[in-house]
Nanobody
Framework: VQVVESGGGLVKPGGSLKLSCVTS????????MYWYRQSPGKAREKIAR????????IYLWSAVGRFTITRDDAKKTIYLEMNHLQPEDTGEYLC??????WGTGTQVTDSP
């Protein structure tokens, strides 16, 4: 099983990033998928969730209206498009499958 996130980087307040999470080795289309964020000094929090159809999504309150989670079953990949980024969005972003497979994360850092 492989779960590999990418797309993080330095971003100024108000900027945008699109994260990707490419998977292999498990039945991707049968799994809900999630994005989490691990910020310095804080507990890991679930940012977004997408169901197996891609039609039902749920977001952390602070992400509503700014972040969009999508999936491409043919590519076994989920995405997190993030707009209007703020300093508090800084952290390691990880994806997880419903079955419990985690990636190692991609870092998003606020750039002054």
């Amino acid at each position: 099983v492989q779960v590999v996130e990418s797309g993080g980087g330095l971003v100024k307040p108000g900027g945008s990033l699109k994260l990707s999470c490419v998977t292999s080795g498990f039945a991707f289309s049968m799994n809900e998928m999630y994005w989490y964020r691990q910020s310095p000094g804080k507990a890991r929090e679930k940012i977004a969730r997408i169901d197996t159809t891609g039609e039902s999504t749920i977001y952390l309150w602070s992400a509503v209206g700014r972040f969009t989670i999508t999936r491409d079953d043919a590519k076994k990949t989920i995405y997190l498009e993030m707009n209007h980024l703020q300093p508090e969005d800084t952290g390691e972003y990880l994806c997880r499958s419903e079955g419990g497979y985690w990636g190692t994360g991609t870092q998003v850092t606020d750039s002054p």
